[in-house]
Structures are given as structure tokens and as C-alpha cells.
């Protein structure tokens, strides 16, 4: 079975989040870079931070989409889906420090909370690869095939459940990772992707790319409850670190819409931006969300205070997943 060595973990999983807090609050270095991933491109951007200009890129394997930190924080992992690789980078400077291949079909990679499992999902082979994690090496515990098209992974803050969208099954379904077994599935509409949890693990939020709007599922009960309104495409997500709010982007709208822990409703809109809008990172002081826009080849940057774009970054095809060291930090299970 394939076997993945890390750096050791040494701190727990409130030390990691106290530990990402810290390193968001220090101001960026000079080396810091913006690090966006070009997946029609087979490469990846670095962006000066302050004078938002490129600075190089870097190859990378072929599609790569997602990107999420080591739990301690020494490298990022960018997943290579059809090159089935693992690209561990520098996180300040997107530096490459190693590849690790064999990882089949990454398209969407995570760590749950309690740092004792690492997922991938497999969009290209229908399937989820749950891994043993042991701070230092990931063991692959199990294939599981499901279909069809898994694509974005969250967890409950338990770790015990790995959750998952099926794009063209419209649904979502729940993984228990002790057993690396599906414990059920539920329907919520067209084209699930993004997944978020609400404070407390009350509620599991879901960006209907298929439709207008997030679909609101408690899980405990295994049962949509709600439809919030958006606009055309609900994506993907990024917590405003407030305790009170979460951004969406809605890639087919060109909008960005911010929701409401506590409502659970669209409290604003984002607009006037370029096309297909999809990942998104928040500025270590709040005031810039920086956003990929997936169909226009570029970066923005958008000033909260007005809620305005204020500047694009050309890059390459298909920008998606978009990481800085120097970010708010995430209240949520899954970082990405």
C-alpha cells in the first residue's frame, strides 16, 4: 500500500490552530508569495503580495486543483490529479521541496481535524482514498469507490465523518473514517460542490453549482433543511474569520455573497467581478479577499472595507486553488 512520509506532528489540534493564528497575525516577509494554481496550465503563479505583480512560475504536474498546508505548517501540498502526484512546496515562498507520486487522482485533498487521516478524492476515478496519518507518514487504509464524480471534502469537528459531494449524482455522502466504510447519502440538488460546516457542527453547507443557491443539511438528521438564495453556480467557501460569517462564490453569477452563521441567509453581494469566481484566501487584516477567477485567467483583489474589486492579476489558464502564508485564520474543520 502506498506510504506518504511527513515532517512529525508535535502539536495538537488546538495548538495547530493557535500556532496558524500566530503565524497570520506576523507581518509577510519579503519572500512571501501568493501561490495560485494555474490547472489548465500545468504550472503554478507566485504573486508579490504587495506590488501584485508575478514574479515566476513553476511547472507542476498535469491539472493541478487544490492545495492544503501540513498540519505543521512547513510545506503546502498541491495535488497534481491527472499526473497523480503530490507537489510539497515552500508555503512562503511556493519554492518546490519534494513531489510524492503514486497518490492516485487527488483532485481534492484534506486532513481532518484531529490530524489522524488524510483524504483524497478521486473525481476522475470515482472514488475516495482515506489514509492512515501518524504525524510522519500517511499508510493508505482504503479505496472507496463512489460514484459519481466525488469532488469537495469537510469533516465534522470530531473526526469521525469525512464528508463528500458527488457532482453527478447530486448528492452528498458521509464517510466514517474509522471504518473507512459510507454510512448514507443524501440528495440535495445539482451539481454539490463545496462543502462548509457552521460553528458547533450544526449545519453542513453546500455550493449548488448546478443551481443558484447553497443547500443547508443537517446532519445529525440526515436531511436538507434549507435553500439559500445566491446566485447562478454556489461554489466554494471561505470563512470571514468574525465567527459570524461565510463568503461563497458563485461561479456561473460572477458574485461573491456572504452568509450568515446564525440566519443561515445571504446578508450581502459581492459584484462587478471577472468570470467564474472560485477560491478564495482572506488577508491576515481582513481587508483584502483575494479570489481566483477560473474562466478569466486572472487573480483579484478585493477590498472588504468597500466590498469592491480593486485590482486583477493576469496568470494563467484556469486559475483555482490560491494559498499565503499571511492569511486570517480558518474557524472551520477543513481549511481548503
Avoid at 94 to 102: D, F, H, N, S
Amino acid at each position: 500500500m502506498p506510504k506518504l512520509s511527513l515532517p512529525r506532528l508535535t502539536i495538537g489540534w488546538s495548538a495547530f490552530w493557535l500556532l496558524a493564528f500566530l503565524l497570520a497575525q506576523s507581518p509577510a516577509s519579503a519572500a512571501d508569495r501568493v501561490i495560485v494554481l494555474d490547472s489548465g496550465e500545468a504550472q503554478l503563479t507566485l504573486i508579490d503580495p504587495v506590488t501584485h505583480k508575478v514574479v515566476g512560475t513553476e511547472p507542476t504536474g498535469k491539472e493541478p486543483h487544490h492545495l492544503m498546508i501540513t498540519p505543521d505548517g512547513r510545506s503546502l501540498i498541491v495535488a497534481d490529479s491527472i499526473s497523480n502526484d503530490l507537489m510539497f512546496l515552500d508555503p512562503h515562498t511556493g519554492a518546490v521541496q519534494r513531489r510524492v507520486e503514486g497518490i492516485e487522482d487527488p483532485y481534492q485533498l484534506g486532513f481532518s481535524p484531529d490530524r489522524k487521516w488524510f483524504v483524497t478524492a478521486g473525481l476522475r476515478l470515482d472514488r475516495v482514498d482515506v489514509y492512515r496519518y501518524d504525524g510522519q507518514q500517511m499508510v493508505l487504509a482504503k479505496r472507496i469507490a463512489l460514484a459519481k464524480t466525488p469532488s469537495h471534502i469537510n469533516f465534522d469537528s470530531s473526526s469521525r465523518y469525512a464528508f463528500v459531494t458527488l457532482q453527478d449524482t447530486g448528492e452528498v455522502a458521509a464517510i466514517d473514517l474509522a471504518t473507512q466504510t459510507v454510512q448514507w447519502k443524501l440528495k440535495v440538488g445539482n451539481t454539490p460542490a463545496g462543502l462548509w460546516m457552521t460553528p458547533g457542527d450544526r449545519f453542513l453547507l453546500v455550493g449548488m453549482t448546478g443551481e443558484d443557491d447553497v443547500a443547508v443539511v443537517d446532519w445529525h438528521r440526515q436531511a436538507l433543511v434549507k435553500r439559500i438564495p445566491t446566485g447562478r453556480g454556489a461554489h466554494n467557501f471561505r470563512d470571514l474569520d468574525d465567527g459570524h460569517h461565510v463568503a461563497v462564490t458563485n461561479r456561473v453569477e460572477s458574485t461573491i455573497s456572504i452568509l450568515d452563521y446564525d440566519t443561515l441567509a445571504k446578508v450581502a453581494d459581492i459584484t462587478g467581478l471577472r468570470p467564474g469566481p472560485d477560491d478564495m484566501q482572506l488577508s491576515a487584516d481582513h481587508r483584502y479577499l483575494w479570489v481566483t477567477f477560473r474562466f478569466a485567467r486572472h487573480v483579484g483583489i478585493i477590498d472588504m472595507n468597500t466590498r469592491k474589486l480593486v485590482d486583477t492579476i493576469a496568470v494563467g489558464r484556469s486559475p483555482h486553488g490560491l494559498f499565503f502564508a499571511n492569511a486570517a485564520p480558518v474557524h472551520a474543520p477543513n481549511p481548503d
